[in-house]
């Protein structure tokens, strides 16, 4: 084997590496040309519901393998650039697909009224069993302790520490939540336009303090 076939068998792999890169540029270019030979269209529109009565807003409205793609407002109105010839889909959770085709040789922009329809899917009905079988359903009732979980006084109701601890799991209801929340959003803007309040240095909390004392609200109460 002579030195110009090894290096030739060295060579060919990279050779063959070129070749596939420049038949992919000139595919590429064949398709960029093909796009600046079509058309640019104004696509707009409003996505209305299946009664056509509420705007449906978050729309996913794009052109497949092609990059573009834009999603519809809180009224439901969308605008976005297309090519003659594309393929626009139009998709949202819980509503049909659709796909509007622009065609060609349009002479302006297009306009479009898109109802979205539901999309309905049937489930088969599922039996829910927490135990394996009937048997085993029946052996963990029989096995239950039935005075654990809750205590019952004397009088039928339930006792004071049970009452306490179900009130220590209870989650919070929603005037605390909101309530919460308006306390930290208090505490943003005071964080953003100004240090927080201390009530160290507050004369007036000194005031009310030293009347308090005076008032004897301090002393221990029998």
């Avoid at 807003?57 to 009224?75: A, L, M």
């Avoid at 989650?171 to 309040?197: C, H, K, L, T």
């Avoid at 909390?205 to 308090?212: E, G, H, K, V």
């Amino acid at each position: 084997m002579t030195y110009n076939s090894i290096a030739l068998k060295l060579r060919l792999p990279y050779i063959l590496l070129l070749l596939i890169a420049f038949f992919l540029f000139m595919g590429k270019q064949e398709v960029f040309a093909q796009d600046k030979e079509r058309k640019v269209i104004q696509l707009s529109g409003i996505i209305l519901n299946a009664d056509s009565t509420d705007a449906v807003p978050g729309v996913n409205i794009y052109v497949p393998k092609k990059g573009r793609g834009t999603t519809s407002g809180r009224y439901g109105y969308f605008s976005m650039p297309v090519l003659e010839g594309d393929s626009v889909v139009f998709s949202f959770i819980g509503l049909k697909r659709q796909t509007f085709k622009v065609p060609d040789n349009t002479t302006g922009d297009i306009s479009l009224i898109v109802t979205m329809q539901l999309d309905e899917i049937a489930l088969s009905e599922i039996e829910v069993m927490p135990f394996p079988s009937e048997e085993e359903l029946k052996r963990q009732l029989l096995a239950m302790n039935y005075e654990a979980p809750m205590a019952i006084d004397t009088r039928g109701n339930l006792s004071p520490e049970t009452l306490l601890r179900y009130a220590e799991a209870m989650p919070a209801s929603g005037n605390e939540n909101w309530r919460y929340f308006q306390q930290g959003r208090v505490m943003q803007i005071q964080d953003r336009y100004g240090p927080r309040p201390f009530t160290l240095l507050d004369p007036f909390a000194w005031s009310r303090f030293i009347q308090s004392i005076k008032r004897g609200d301090l002393k221990k109460k029998d």
